[in-house]
Every structure is written in C-alpha cells, then in structure tokens.
C-alpha cells in the first residue's frame, strides 16, 4: 500500500515537471500576437484583437459583433499575411496587409470588411 503511493506522487511530480518543456516558445509567443482592427483610421481608439493565425469567417458572429462594416485601419502584429474581404465567409473583393505591418484600410474597403484570415 505505502509503495503504490510513492508511485503515484512519482507519477504526478513527473507530470508536472514536464508541463512547461511541452509548450514550445513559439506557441506562447503567438498568444500574445494578434491583429488590432480599429475603427477609426490610423489605428486610433480603441481596437479588436483577433488572434495570431486564426480567420474570422464573419464579423457579425463574433462577441464584439458590431465591428461588422466598420474597420478602418488595421495593425497587423503577426507573422502572417492577412486578407480582409467585403463579405463574409471570405468572400467578395479583398485586400491584404504584410506581416508585421499597419495601415488604413483602402477606400473601397473602407467600413466594409466582413470577415478576414491569413492568407
Ligand atoms: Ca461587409
């Protein structure tokens, strides 16, 4: 009995041990990157981060869902291009924007942008 509960603290202290080696540096940097959209042109006020590497098919569907059709400049502070499009579900005329880049949104994207991912 004393012997299969040194085993099983064993077991748990090796669990733990090994929990920090699995999560690459990598991957706890990307969770901090992320596209800021703003609403307003040159980035200011406030903006809605979307995470590094992930698309939103449709604005509308998102918990700040009022963002739909109204994006005016976006910061994107990740390594990965990014495409933006008038409709949802990545359709419609696009535009895209560099890694590491910011910039206005051009005038016919202007408050129209609906959906958006890495591209
Ligand atoms: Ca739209």
């Known amino acids: 009995m004393k012997k299969r509960i040194v085993g099983a603290a064993v077991a ?8 920090p080696l699995t999560a690459s540096p990598a991957a706890a940097e990307d969770a901090h990157l992320s596209i800021c959209l703003s609403y307003n042109l040159e980035g200011a006020g406030n903006c809605q ?12 569907e998102v918990a700040w869902g009022g963002w739909n059709d109204t994006i005016s400049s976006v910061n994107n502070r990740t390594p990965y ?3 933006f ?35």
């Not at 748990?12 to 929990?19: D, M, R």
């Not at 981060?49 to 939103?56: H, T």
């Open 49 to 60: 981060s979307a995470g590094a590497g992930y698309g939103i098919s449709n604005l509308k």
């Open 81 to 83: 291009r990014y495409c």
């Open 12 to 19: 748990v202290g090796a669990a733990l041990a090994l929990a």
């Open 85 to 119: 499009y008038v409709d949802a579900g990545y359709q419609g005329t696009s535009w895209s924007i560099d890694p590491w880049q910011w910039s206005n949104v051009p005038s016919y994207m202007d408050n129209k942008i609906s959906s958006l991912r890495p591209c």
